[in-house]
């Protein structure tokens, strides 16, 4: 009977996304576009570079109207929107809370009628495509790093064979893959419409904020175009910098191999012991389940393995 009830409602649920989706109310764009388009006319100097680089970025950021619409003015939605864009996802806000939202349902649902501990497993659900968005960003970043080096040797290159900054950006753009292609084409289509070639050179770092080395790259370029220099011999040296800090890390990740496959086994062996137990003796951990006594000894041990798993990971990340 409550299988039935289950499948209906969740086949309900996405018959309605479906339909939303068919029958959407869009945000409308050619009158927003006409007016960015006017301030250009009107604005002048840094507040002008400002409207142009808003309007580089323009974009639909909501799928569904009537979400966007109560979406459009919150914090957590916007901070939901770097994520995705720091992760080279192209899905909108209200499509991944919609997907989120889809993978805890069917938790959320069990618990209603049957036991709500159910609903603990619905909040992980609901955390899981989070989680994807963050590896992916960690992910990106990090194949980001491992081809700025020779990026910036490419780049190094353009300059000494006589190219200006900009087109030394453009053979980055046409000759790196990805991600690093995408992140200097924002910079160059910068300032083809017409931005400061210093603010487009800051907004490097927005497009990639978590690779230090970027941030390395920003500040000497800056500095280089202020106090004057060999800007392709100051390139060659961070590139050396990098890849040597590349080495050094390879060699700590080889020697913390161990602890880290040890503090795995840890964390994953007490929950799954539990899950086996509870469906082999359902019997044995309704004490642990139904009483007082058993409650707080649960939770107890959740926050200690949550308390062991902070202290371990805060051991073996070692920064260079």
């Known amino acids: 009977m409550i299988m039935p009830l289950l499948v209906s409602i969740i086949l309900g649920f996405l018959c309605f996304v479906f339909i939303a989706n068919l029958y959407q109310v869009r945000i409308p764009r050619a009158p927003e576009i006409e007016k960015r388009l006017e301030n250009i006319k009107k604005t002048g100097g840094e507040q002008e570079n400002a ?11 909501f799928k569904f109207g009537f979400l966007g619409k109560y979406l459009k003015n919150f914090k957590p939605a916007e901070f939901l929107k770097d994520q995705l864009y720091y ?7 209200d499509v991944f809370i919609l997907i989120s939202a889809v993978c805890a349902l069917p938790f959320f649902l069990i618990a209603a009628f049957t036991t709500p501990y159910c609903a ?13 968005v963050k590896f992916l960003i960690m992910k990106r970043t990090n194949l980001f790093n491992k081809q700025f080096p020779e990026a910036l040797d490419l780049l190094s290159s353009s300059l000494r064979a006589g190219h200006s900054l900009y087109t030394a950006f453009d053979v980055i753009v046409k000759e790196m893959p990805p ?10 289509d910068e300032i083809a419409f017409g931005i400061d070639t210093k603010d ?34 100051i390139l060659d040296g961070l590139s050396i910098t ?12 080889a020697q913390t191999a161990q602890s880290k496959f040890s503090g795995i086994i840890l964390t994953l062996v007490p929950p799954l012991i539990a899950v086996i137990l509870f469906f082999i003796s359902p019997g044995y ?12 000894a649960l939770w107890g041990a959740i926050g200690l393995m949550i308390l062991g798993i902070y202290c371990i990971v805060r051991i073996l990340s070692i920064e260079i």
Do not use: C, W, Y
Request: cysteine-free; proline content about 4%; aromatic content about 8%.
């Open 242 to 253: 990098i890849r040597e800090r590349f080495k050094m890390l390879g060699q700590l990740k």
């Open 179 to 188: 991600p690093i292609n995408q992140v200097f084409k924002n910079t160059v």
């Open 120 to 132: 603990l497993l619905g909040i992980f659900a609901a955390a899981v495509p989070f989680t994807i």
């Open 200 to 233: 487009a050179i800051m907004s490097l770092t927005k497009t990639m904020p978590f690779s230090m080395d970027l941030k390395f790259f920003t500040t000497a370029v800056l500095l280089q175009r202020e106090v004057g220099g060999n800007l392709a011999r």
């Open 285 to 296: 951990m309704d004490p642990l389940l139904h009483t007082t006594q058993g409650n707080i």
């Open 51 to 61: 409207v142009v680089s808003d309007f580089i970025t323009i974009g639909n950021e």
């Open 87 to 93: 992760a080279g996802l192209d899905i909108q806000v």
